[in-house]
């Protein structure tokens, strides 16, 4: 007998529907349900690289996480990595298709609709449960025609809806009601409750305008939930704007890394910015202080961000902190950035043959058309650590050899293998690699940190920080059980309401 489906949208983005899917997946695998997160379509260059190398957008990792389940590309069958203002770099079931400018996808989409049926059939056979997410909002009438993973996605799946509305952003009311409003009748009639959400304050003085949405729509609100900074959930696409710009040191170690405009895997620096003794900001432009750290994460367009980085002045100043002792670091499309050129003999990112990088690692990129994805683990051949990360890049980074490599490869794709990733300069105080995850290691995470506080003059500590994913999935199910009426949640599932 097929699975249940169930689906979240909601009135915009950034309204919490990631976070919230990834709840009601944990509140459902701790009930004994096997369950399944689900995304047709995501938009964002925080991916995640499955076992088979596929990629998918990092959410619906964590979801997966949540679930106790394997991440697999069925699970987010297309995914959309923006490359530039207009276009983007299209993934289909973990693969590049293409990329595209916005018109030429739009004529693309309905050719996708077989395979996200697909994927969704394979899923419901599989699990009692599917937690569908939506994206954006139901109600982008200039989309309806072409949409793909809102109400097309419901009706492929026969879900039900929940609507979920960000109170801290202000008109919750006018946004639900607005988007019920704009649906046409038979998507209306698919939308059985709605979920508040990012609430601060007294949740008596809302009383009224509930009373009033269900009132007004026929429709029960299933809780409101909190706003909450306690709980270490993985964003999905954003860098939040409260860990941008000045923060106060506190004596502590201080890591700056770039905000690039096209920003890849951000998520690489959690673990680092959970450490006590660590704090770390995303900066836009260079303030004039020398960071004890200065990282260059991943990017979509490395070429088109290094321009941007010198039109910032970055380049000026990564020269600066590195001159005063600052370690650098670069990591994937950092890493490209960092070295002397990048060749782009394709044009798989840009019109010109070739850029000038940083110069701070003896190094050259050649762009290739073929992207490399894999999971890899590996050994940090200074401190020994080990380290479980992945590989998303397009580009081969070659140069002199370091007098000794930053990392051993020992497998890819669970299959034991032996080579070498990274490489480094100055004393090791600039150094790069393609390895996303390293951070997410407790050992080379303190490692690391310890460098940089013996720089300081500092007592090297002892421990890292735990991680503990399924710890802080536990307090979010936790939160989301006490504030939502879970038993009516259930209802809708086993359509009795």
């Given at each position: 007998m097929p699975g249940r489906s169930l689906m979240i949208?909601?009135?915009?983005?950034?309204?919490?529907?990631?976070?919230?899917?990834?709840?009601?997946?944990?509140?459902?695998?701790?009930?004994?349900?096997?369950?399944?997160?689900?995304?047709?379509?995501?938009?964002?260059?925080?991916?995640?690289?499955?076992?088979?190398?596929?990629?998918?957008?990092?959410?619906?990792?964590?979801?997966?996480?949540?679930?106790?389940?394997?991440?697999?590309?069925?699970?987010?069958?297309?995914?959309?990595?923006?490359?530039?203002?207009?276009?983007?770099?299209?993934?289909?079931?973990?693969?590049?298709?293409?990329?595209?400018?916005?018109?030429?996808?739009?004529?693309?989409?309905?050719?996708?609709?077989?395979?996200?049926?697909?994927?969704?059939d394979r899923l419901l056979a599989q699990y009692d449960v599917v937690v569908i997410e939506?994206?954006?909002?139901?109600?982008?009438?200039?989309?309806?025609?072409?949409?793909?993973?809102?109400?097309?996605?419901?009706?492929?799946?026969?879900?039900?809806?929940?609507?979920?509305?960000?109170?801290?952003?202000?008109?919750?009311?006018?946004?639900?009601?607005?988007?019920?409003?704009?649906?046409?009748?038979?998507?209306?009639a698919r939308v059985r409750a709605f979920i508040i959400n990012k609430f601060r304050g007294d949740r008596d003085i809302l009383k009224p305008g509930l009373e009033y949405l269900e009132r007004e729509t026929g429709r029960p609100v299933l809780g409101v939930l909190p706003y909450f900074k306690d709980i270490r959930i993985a964003e999905e696409d954003t860098v939040p704007a409260e860990k941008v710009g000045a923060r106060a040191p506190d004596g502590k170690i201080l890591i700056d890394v770039i905000k690039h405009p096209r920003i890849a895997n951000f998520t690489d620096f959690d673990a680092l910015?959970?450490?006590?003794?660590?704090?770390l900001r995303y900066l836009e432009r260079p303030d004039g202080r020398v960071p004890d750290a200065l990282i260059f994460p991943g990017t979509k367009s490395t070429i088109a961000d290094l321009r941007s980085l010198r039109a910032a002045g970055f380049v000026d100043h990564a020269i600066r902190c590195a001159e005063r002792g600052t370690t650098i670091v670069g990591v994937c499309g950092g890493f490209q950035m960092l070295g002397a050129r990048i060749f782009d003999p394709h044009h798989v990112e840009s019109e010109s043959d070739v850029e000038e990088g940083?110069?701070?690692?003896?190094?050259?990129?050649?762009?290739?058309?073929?992207?490399?994805?894999?999971?890899?683990?590996?050994?940090?051949?200074?401190?020994?650590?080990?380290?479980?990360?992945?590989?998303?890049?397009?580009?081969?980074?070659?140069?002199?050899?370091?007098?000794?490599?930053?990392?051993?490869?020992?497998?890819?794709?669970?299959?034991?293998?032996?080579?070498?990733?990274?490489?480094?300069?100055?004393?090791?105080?600039?150094?790069g690699t393609y390895l996303h995850g390293l951070f997410d290691s407790a050992d080379f995470r303190r490692h690391f940190v310890n460098k940089l506080r013996r720089n300081r003059g500092l007592e090297p500590r002892e421990t890292a920080a735990r991680q503990d994913s399924l710890a802080e999935l536990d307090k979010l199910a936790a939160l989301v059980r006490k504030h939502l009426d879970i038993a009516y949640l259930y209802r809708i599932l086993r359509r009795e309401a």
């Open positions: 949208q909601g009135t915009g983005s950034h309204v919490g529907k990631s976070v919230l899917v990834s709840a009601i997946c944990r509140i459902f695998a701790q009930d004994g349900l096997r369950v399944a997160p689900f995304k047709a379509q995501n938009m964002a260059n925080n991916a995640f690289v499955c076992r088979d190398g596929g990629e998918i957008g990092r959410a619906q990792a964590v979801q997966a996480l949540a679930c106790g389940v394997e991440p697999t590309v069925e699970m987010n069958p297309v995914l959309l990595k923006p490359c530039t203002d207009t276009g983007s770099q299209v993934i289909v079931l973990g693969r590049v298709a293409k990329t595209m400018n916005a018109r030429e996808y739009q004529a693309f989409k309905p050719s996708l609709i077989p395979t996200i049926k697909e994927c969704l939506g994206a954006g909002s139901p109600a982008e009438i200039n989309l309806r025609e072409s949409d793909i993973v809102n109400m097309r996605t419901a009706a492929l799946a026969d879900a039900p809806v929940v609507l979920v509305g960000n109170i801290d952003l202000g008109g919750v009311f006018a946004q639900l009601i607005g988007t019920l409003h704009l649906l046409r009748d038979d998507e209306r910015e959970a450490e006590p003794d660590v704090s940083l110069g701070l690692l003896p190094t050259i990129t050649v762009f290739c058309e073929k992207k490399e994805t894999s999971q890899v683990r590996a050994l940090h051949v200074e401190s020994g650590a080990e380290i479980t990360g992945y590989e998303i890049h397009m580009g081969c980074t070659q140069g002199n050899p370091s007098p000794q490599p930053l990392f051993r490869i020992l497998e890819r794709f669970g299959m034991a293998a032996d080579g070498y990733d990274g490489t480094s300069a100055r004393e090791g105080r600039v150094w």
